[in-house]
């Protein structure tokens, strides 16, 4: 997903929430909350676009308040990261402006995030709904940003929604809605060989292609997903709903 595209996005989402009414909620119970070394937290306001409030940013990632803005935060993922990390932005949004979501819902996901100075942390994301209109549908979500970047952890980004009370597989089809395209229909044909077990000179016997185009798009479906073997591109399929 390119930039232009979820910030589009955002913006029909901002649209989306201008006439509801929202229920009143102040910041008095984050503002004095405790925050150890290494995190931060931020309310994103997604009918104001802005970011309303946030603590210990500028500590963690270097930037200023005014220069941590909603525009930012809904793009400093690391390219790597990028495409996977927006689509499942969409996905959660989408479920979460047309549905009753004040019931203890929670969303996890890591990914990496640009530092002011250019380098990249890895994070762990935790997200939760703030601010919310009088039908329980999301107007603003509190996010409490933690730097795992001391953990011997791969690039793999890893979500988990937890929301007790709720139909998942609901949430789910939004998640697989939104990567429907994420692979091209060839990379979906091999990822299926794959999972049948067939080795790469049968896909290509199977495809009418060459060994190397096989192991071509093999590489370059392990890139697009952040996955290092085939057992993690499996796993990443199922929870997204790919295959």
């Known amino acids: 997903m390119h930039k232009k595209t979820i910030n589009q996005y955002l913006d029909s989402v901002s649209d989306k929430l201008s006439h509801r009414e929202i229920v009143p909620k102040t910041f008095s119970d984050i503002q004095n909350f405790p925050l150890p070394i290494g995190k931060c937290f931020y309310i994103m306001d997604f009918k104001e676009r802005t970011i309303s409030f946030q603590r210990n940013v500028e500590k963690m990632l270097g930037y200023a308040p005014e220069e941590f803005t909603f525009e930012l935060v809904a793009n400093f993922f690391h390219p790597d990261d990028y495409d996977i990390v927006t689509r499942l932005i969409k996905a959660t949004l989408m479920f ?11 969303f996890s996901i890591n990914y990496r995030v640009k530092h002011k100075n250019g380098s990249y942390r890895k994070v762990l994301r935790q997200s939760t709904i703030y601010h919310h209109d009088i039908d329980g549908k999301i107007v603003s979500n509190l996010s409490v940003l933690t730097d795992i970047s001391f953990l011997n952890i791969s690039n793999k980004v890893e979500w988990r929604f937890d929301a007790p009370g709720i139909d998942q597989r609901k949430f789910k089809e939004y998640v697989t ?3 429907q395209s994420f692979f091209t229909d060839r990379e979906l044909d091999i990822i299926r060989q794959l999972k049948q077990g067939l080795k790469n000179n049968d896909i290509a016997e199977k495809l009418g292609l060459s060994r190397h185009t096989i192991e071509t798009h093999r590489r370059k479906i392990l890139k697009k997903s952040n996955c290092k073997n085939i057992v993690e591109l499996f796993n990443f399929c199922a929870q997204n709903g790919l295959v």
Do not use: I, L, M, Q
Not at 96 to 106: I, K, L, P
């Open 177 to 179: 809605k939104e990567y």
């Open 96 to 106: 979460a402006t047309e549905h009753n979501v004040t019931s203890n819902v929670g």
